[in-house]
């Protein structure tokens, strides 16, 4: 069964940046509608970005103009930059299929403190 593979997370600074990564385990496996989603603690997972094939974009309002979602079809490895972190980013980030289709990676926390 495939698996999502997030990385990239860590610690940073308000106002810092991370860029977070996102593969499946098997090459050659590719989904068109690709997104990055978010849960922080007693919170729903939310949706913060999605992609399609063609690389159309598009942003939850609480993280526009400072998230970037891309991919790369060849490694078929989805990328979100996350530029100016704030504080209420702080989070666990996942990717997976827009809409989710399939099982949940896991994940790669981001936490944004002084």
């Known amino acids: 069964q495939v698996q999502l593979v997030e990385s990239g997370g860590g610690l940073v600074q308000p106002g810092g940046s991370l860029r977070l990564s996102c593969a499946p385990s098997?090459?050659?496996?590719?989904?068109?509608?690709m997104g990055w989603y978010r849960q922080a603690p007693g919170q729903e997972r939310e949706l913060v970005a999605g992609?399609?094939?063609?690389?159309?974009?598009n942003y939850a309002d609480a993280v526009k103009g400072r998230f970037t979602i891309s991919r790369d079809n060849a490694s078929n490895t989805v990328y979100l930059q996350m530029n100016s972190l704030k504080p209420e980013d702080t989070a666990a980030y996942y990717c997976?299929?827009?809409?989710?289709?399939?099982?949940w990676g896991k994940g790669t926390l981001v936490t944004v403190s002084s």
């Open positions: 992609i399609s094939g063609g690389s159309r974009t």
């Open positions: 098997q090459k050659n496996f590719n989904i068109y509608h």
């Open positions: 997976n299929s827009n809409p989710v289709r399939l099982g």
